[in-house]
C-alpha cells in the first residue's frame, strides 16, 4: 500500500502531480521540473522528505556500535556534527548510503540520528538492529513519527532563519543544532544535495503542516517555490551526488563510486566489510564512476551503454538529464578506470547511434562559495530515494 507523508493535502492544493515512488506517494512536480530547478538555483526551494528513515542510536557505546555497522567512524563526531556514511555488505557493496548526525548526550549516553533512504528504511533498521546487538546501544525508529522539510537555495537562510529560534550563521555545513522550529521542537541540519546551501528540518509529524506553510509564507518575497522529486533529481545529478539505486547499490563499492575516502579502514575496531574494501583500497577498483558530457546530438539515460572509439561496451549510463544549468546533456556513468581520465573521449549508445560524449570531473556543476565555508567529506547522495 501507498503510504502519504503528512503534508499530502497541501501538495494536492498546490496542484502537484503525484506518483508512486519508492512505496510514498510523492510530488514529483508542481509547476514544472525546469521552474522549480531554477527556483533553487537562483532563489529557493522547498522540499518534502518526510519519506525520509530517523533511527536513532542512543547509549553508552552508540558510537562505537555504528563504528562497527557503517564504514565511516561516528566516533570521531563532536556534538553537532555530521557525516556522510554507508552501510556495506561484507563483500563491500553498498547496502544504503546514509547521513549520520550526532546530537549532544542525553542521560543514557550519546545520541545518533541516522537518516535512511526511503526504500531502504526497513532494511537499514534490520541491518543495524543486528549488528548494534552486541554492544550497549538501543536503535529507536522514529521514522512514523517525524517529517522532515529542507529548504535549499541562496536565499534559504533568509527564509528559514525568521521562523527558528537557533543563527543559522552558526551552523556549519555538515551540521545540526536542536530548536525551535515555527513555535515548536525540532532540529536544523545543514548538508543538502542539490549543490546549494540549505538546510534540513526534522520536526514532529503533527507539526509539519504548521512549519510548511510558515517556509511558505515567510519565503513569498523571496521568491521561493515548491518543489518536486524531478528538479530534486536534475539538482543533485548537476552537483555530481550519486543517487542510490542508480550510481550505488549491492554490486558497487564506495571506491568505485569515487567515495573511498569515506570509508575509514584505519579506526579502531572491526566493521562490516572491511576486508573486502581494504583489498578493493590496495588494487584500486576496476571501475569508476566518470562524469560524461554528450557533445554529439541527444540526451543519455539511465541504462544507455558507454561504448568505446571502436564501439565495444564500456559500461552503462547510471543517471542522465539535459542539464538546465548549464544547457547540455550530462550523465554519470561507470567505465573501466583505464578510460576514466578527464578528457576522454567515448560515446553513448542513443537510440542505435554512438553519439560522442566527453569524460568531464565532477560535479557538472559548483555554486560559487565564500572562502571560509566549510566543505562536507563527501556528498550526499540519499534524499532522493
Do not use: C
Request: avoid cysteine; glycine fraction near 12%.
Amino acid at each position: 500500500m501507498t503510504r502519504a507523508t503528512p503534508l499530502a493535502d497541501r501538495h494536492r492544493a498546490l496542484g502537484a502531480r503525484l506518483i508512486d515512488f519508492a512505496g510514498w506517494e510523492m510530488p514529483v512536480q508542481y509547476r514544472g521540473i525546469l521552474e522549480e530547478h531554477r527556483a533553487v538555483r537562483e532563489r529557493a526551494g522547498l522540499f518534502d522528505l518526510s519519506h525520509m528513515g530517523e533511527l536513532w542510536v542512543e547509549g553508552p557505546q552508540a558510537g562505537a556500535a555504528l563504528g562497527h555497522a557503517l564504514v565511516s567512524d561516528p566516533t570521531a563526531l563532536v556534538p553537532g556534527r555530521a557525516q556522510y556514511s554507508m552501510l556495506a555488505t561484507p563483500e563491500g557493496g553498498v547496502i544504503d548510503d546514509l547521513i549520520v548526525y550526532r546530537l549532544a548526550d542525553g542521560g543514557a549516553g550519546p545520541r545518533y540520528l541516522v537518516v535512511a533512504n526511503a526504500a531502504n528504511t526497513d532494511v537499514d533498521r534490520d541491518a543495524l538492529a543486528e549488528r548494534i546487538a552486541a554492544f550497549d546501544a538501543a536503535l529507536i525508529d522514529r521514522s512514523a513519527e517525524t517529517a522532515l522539510i529542507a529548504v535549499q537555495g541562496p536565499r534559504a537562510m533568509s527564509v528559514v532563519q525568521p521562523i527558528v529560534d537557533v543563527p543559522l550563521e552558526a551552523i556549519r555545513y555538515y551540521a545540526i543544532a536542536e530548536g525551535t522550529i515555527a513555535g515548536g521542537p525540532g532540529l536544523i541540519a545543514r548538508t543538502g544535495y542539490t549543490g546549494e546551501d540549505g538546510f534540513e528540518l526534522f520536526v514532529p509529524a503533527d507539526d509539519a503542516g504548521t512549519v510548511w506553510d510558515a517556509m511558505l509564507v515567510q519565503g513569498r518575497d523571496a521568491g521561493l517555490q515548491p518543489a518536486g522529486l524531478g528538479a530534486r533529481d536534475t539538482l543533485r545529478l548537476e552537483a555530481g551526488m550519486p543517487l542510490y539505486g542508480n550510481e550505488l547499490d549491492r554490486s558497487t563499492n564506495p571506491y568505485e563510486a569515487g567515495l573511498g575516502r569515506v570509508v575509514k579502514l584505519e579506526k579502531s575496531g572491526d566493521f562490516v566489510g572491511r576486508a573486502a574494501l581494504r583489498e578493493v583500497a590496495e588494487r584500486g577498483p576496476a571501475r569508476t564512476l566518470v562524469g560524461l558530457t554528450v557533445v554529439g546530438r541527444g540526451i543519455a539515460r539511465h541504462g544507455h551503454p558507454i561504448v568505446s572509439g571502436d564501439g565495444d561496451r564500456l559500461g552503462a549510463v547510471t543517471s542522465g538529464t539535459m542539464s538546465p544549468t548549464l544547457g547540455l546533456p550530462i550523465a554519470m556513468g561507470y567505465v573501466p578506470t583505464e578510460t576514466s581520465e578527464p578528457g576522454t573521449m567515448l560515446a553513448v549508445d542513443i537510440r542505435a547511434a554512438a553519439v560522442p560524449a566527453e569524460v568531464v570531473a565532477l560535479p557538472f556543476y559548483r555554486r560559487p562559495k565564500p572562502a571560509a565555508e566549510t566543505r562536507p567529506a563527501a556528498p550526499m547522495g540519499r534524499q532522493a530515494s
